[in-house]
Structures are given as C-alpha cells and as structure tokens.
C-alpha cells in the first residue's frame, strides 16, 4: 500500500494525522504539564484501553454491524469476577466463569442478529440493557466492585512493566498485532471485508456469514472482557455506572474518527491506533484544562457527528446499504 505523504492528506486518514499532530503541537506548547512523563504515560494506558474496545468495534463495524452491548458486557463480566474472587473463588476460576459470561452473551447477541435478522443496532442496543439488567439483579448487587487487596494478578497487570512498557499498553500493542494478522492474513478476516461490501455476494461465495456473525459478537465480547479487566486493574475497581457513561460514544468516535466506515467493507487496525490518538489527547488536554463534563461531550459529540458525515461523504450509502441499513 502506498503510504506517500501527499496521497495520505488526501483521505481521511491524512486528515486525522494532521489534526493529531497540530493538537498534540498545541497541547505541548500551552499546556506545562503535558509533555510530562506521569502525564504521557496516564495518557497511553487510557488510550490502550479505548483503543483495545475500538478494536473489538472496528471488526465488528467491519463486517457492517455495531455492537452497542459491549459496555454492558465488560462491566457484567468484570464486576462477576470481582464478587466471586472476594467470595473466595480461586482466580483461575473466577477468569474462567467471566470469560465464559461474556463469550455466551456475544454469541446470544450474535445468533439473535444472524438467524433472527434483526439489526445489529437494535439487538444490540436491547441486549446491552437485558444484559446490565440481569447483571444487576442476580450477579452484584453494588455499582462499584473492589479488587481484592490481597489479589496480586491485579496488582501485577496494573503496576508491572514489561522492558519498561506497562503491561496494559503491551496488552493493546499484543491484540493491534493479532487483530491485524487476523483482518489481512487469514479467510476468516478476509470475509469480514466481503461481508461489509455485499453480504449477499459474500454468502455466495462459499462463506458461512451467520456462524462467522456469531463468532465476531464473541470476539467482540471477549475482547471487551479483557479491556474490563485492564481497568480493574488499573483503577483497583471497576464502576457499573460505565454502561451508562459516554464510553460508547468515545469508541465509536475512535471508529469513524480513524476512518472505519459505517458502511462497512473497509478499515485497519491503523484507523483505530489514529482514532485513538486524537480521541486521547483531546481527553487528556480537556481534563488538563478542567474542561467541565458537559463541555466534553459538546466537544465529542461535535467532533463525532462532523465525522459520521465525513464518512457520510467518502463513503456514499450504495444501493444494497439504502435497501438493508446501515446496522
């Protein structure tokens, strides 16, 4: 692929790019303590953990779905390990069940999009509701959930390093690396792609679209697993009250910021590492700046319904697309 300068401002991708550069330019300069090492470092542990759910949705936006649930799923997950191993479950176990939650409720969620047809924005809109729900009636009973103070698998993932890198950011850079792999290397992710592009055309051609729909709702959840546990350990808890904060919204904008279109059919992991960059460090210069919570979600709403039409533009709704929806 040719990655010239001059082609690369030319696209959606330039574009963010620059804006990346100019806003980290400008931060650098108006903001003492942002080029500090404490301040850089909070900045790429949170952005590892936006960018490692971005990645979940980009496959997902990929193949001309979204998953709404993936908030509820983290949290649900999370939150159940959380109780079990404070109730004296051993850990192997507790990581076990939650993973197994969380793999079961991606491919409910996956069987109710493929073999009910339902849009994917609605299942899973419904699903992230039924699924906190039910969380919260049979599973904990409390919003915020402790890491147990003696459980050093916790402690490890948030304070250990790996040649000076901290873990959690080693965790993002490890599944960037497999996604990747996954998306340009292998028939499954090659599908994903002709998915998004015509489903109908995908399905024949020999590829098995409702247990691949399955399998991806899994992944995603999964994957959101993993995040859910990278901020339990990086905040030694995690809160509930997520599924009803504005992190979708930040994930979303990662997608359609980097350049992954809602049509599908297209998109990198290099679309998410760029989304995510811009989307971290417009966060942390905000909350350098004690920029208010209202003023935040202005400032990404804005941004992200200035890139849904973007996307809008480089990416015409076909004829397919207009007749099916979007999600």
């Known amino acids: 692929m040719n990655w010239s300068l001059g082609k690369m401002l030319k696209t959606q991708e330039g574009v963010v790019l620059a804006l990346t550069a100019g806003t980290l330019v400008l931060f650098a300069i108006f903001l003492p303590s942002f080029l500090t090492a404490g301040n850089l470092i909070s900045l790429v542990r949170s952005m590892s953990i936006l960018g490692l759910l971005s990645l979940a949705m980009a496959m997902v936006v990929i193949s001309r779905g979204v998953d709404i649930s993936v908030i509820a799923t983290m949290v649900v997950s999370v939150s159940w390990v959380l109780v079990l191993q404070r109730n004296g479950v051993p850990l192997g176990a507790t990581l076990l069940l939650g993973g197994l939650l969380a793999a079961l409720v991606g491919a409910l969620i996956g069987a109710v999009i493929a073999y009910g047809e339902i849009p994917p924005i609605f299942a899973t809109l419904a699903a992230g509701s039924v699924v906190y729900g039910a969380g919260r009636t049979w599973l904990f009973k409390l919003e915020m959930q402790n890491v147990p103070p003696d459980s050093s698998f916790f402690t490890a993932i948030g304070n250990s390093q790996i040649f000076g890198i901290p873990v959690i950011i080693v965790v993002f850079a490890g599944f960037c690396i497999l ?139 076909d004829e397919q697309t207009s007749q099916q929806g979007d999600l």
């Open 179 to 317: 996604v990747h792999l996954f998306l340009t290397r292998t028939r499954l992710g090659w599908a994903l792609y002709a998915m998004g592009n015509n489903p109908a055309a995908a399905r024949n051609s020999g590829f098995a679209i409702r247990p691949l729909t399955v399998g991806l709702y899994t992944a995603s959840s999964l994957i959101a697993f993993v995040a859910g546990l990278l901020i339990a350990a990086s905040t030694n808890s995690i809160n509930a009250r997520l599924y009803n904060s504005t992190m979708i919204y930040d994930i979303l904008l990662i997608v359609v910021l980097g350049g992954i279109g809602l049509n599908g059919g297209h998109g990198r992991v290099r679309n998410v590492l760029l989304g995510a960059a811009l989307v971290g460090i417009l966060l942390n210069g905000m909350t350098i700046l004690n920029v208010n919570f209202t003023t935040q979600n202005l400032v990404k709403g804005v941004v992200l319904l200035s890139a849904i039409v973007i996307d809008a533009i480089l990416n015409p709704r």
